[in-house]
């Protein structure tokens, strides 16, 4: 990544502007470079040769670069591809408001469903990022690296209700997760995942790519025009 994308990136992320009625007109074309960094979708598969090393680094190859054969979208608000959500301006159309997810909470230890009112919420981190994003350094927060918990509707304890997410990475359910600022619950490998699906460059800390990660839904929701993933 060169620096001046980089530079670019950071000053454009804040300035994103609140979500628009379904009506709205399509934003002006933006000069923001791709915000894929290829170094990974770069790697290219080589013949399989004899040796087993061959094989391992091919094997490792694949599991950095985003698999773009079709899944069935695990969520009304999910796309046929890996860690991808559907715009804005879908969800408004198809009348998609509010987005739910399954949670647990740590105390009762009973599973129940929590939804979120999809535009309360955009609003919301669109509020926190421009108030935040220059103390961020491109880092995430404390608050996204430790999720303040819910507390629990059927037992009232404070701050202990979890989100449960799939053993299956297809079926993560990545904008329930962007809503409720759960991400930092993932696992760091499942970070990984989304961050390799989504073409970003999955190496740094957690709290790096976290960012990165909060950042890339936010954009997969209100996409720039011509931003190539
Ligand atoms: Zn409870």
């Known amino acids: 990544m060169s620096p001046n994308l980089d530079l670019d990136l950071s000053l ?5 502007r609140p979500p628009l009625p379904p009506q709205y007109s399509q934003p002006p074309t933006s000069t923001l470079p791709s915000q894929i960094t290829n170094e990974e979708s770069e790697a290219i598969t080589r013949p399989n040769n004899e040796t087993s090393n ?6 490792r190859r694949r599991r950095t670069r985003a698999d773009m054969t079709r899944i069935e979208p695990p969520y009304p608000w999910s796309t046929d591809r890996r860690a991808v959500v559907h715009e ?3 969800l ?3 009348n998609i408001m509010t987005i739910k997810g399954e949670v647990i909470c740590k105390k009762c230890e009973m599973k129940y469903e929590m939804e979120y009112d999809l535009m ?3 609003n919301e981190i669109t509020r926190f990022f421009e ?3 220059d103390s961020m350094h491109d880092r995430a927060p404390s608050c996204w690296t430790n999720p303040n918990l819910p507390n629990c ?3 009232n304890e404070e701050k202990c209700v979890m989100p449960v997410t799939s053993q299956e990475d297809t079926k993560i359910n990545w904008l329930f997760l962007f809503l409720g600022q759960f991400l930092g619950c993932l696992k760091l490998r499942q970070l990984k995942y989304f961050c390799t699906q989504t073409n970003i460059h999955r190496t740094g800390a957690k709290n790096r790519l976290l960012y990165l990660s909060y950042r890339t839904l936010f954009r997969q929701l209100q996409p720039f025009t011509n931003t190539q993933q």
């Open 131 to 133: 108030e935040e994003i």
């Open 92 to 94: 408004q159309v198809n």
């Open 153 to 155: 509707s059927l037992c």
């Open 54 to 59: 061959n094989q391992q680094q091919q094997r």
């Open 88 to 90: 804005l301006k879908y």
């Open 120 to 122: 309360n919420k955009v």
């Open 12 to 16: 454009r992320f804040p300035s994103l």
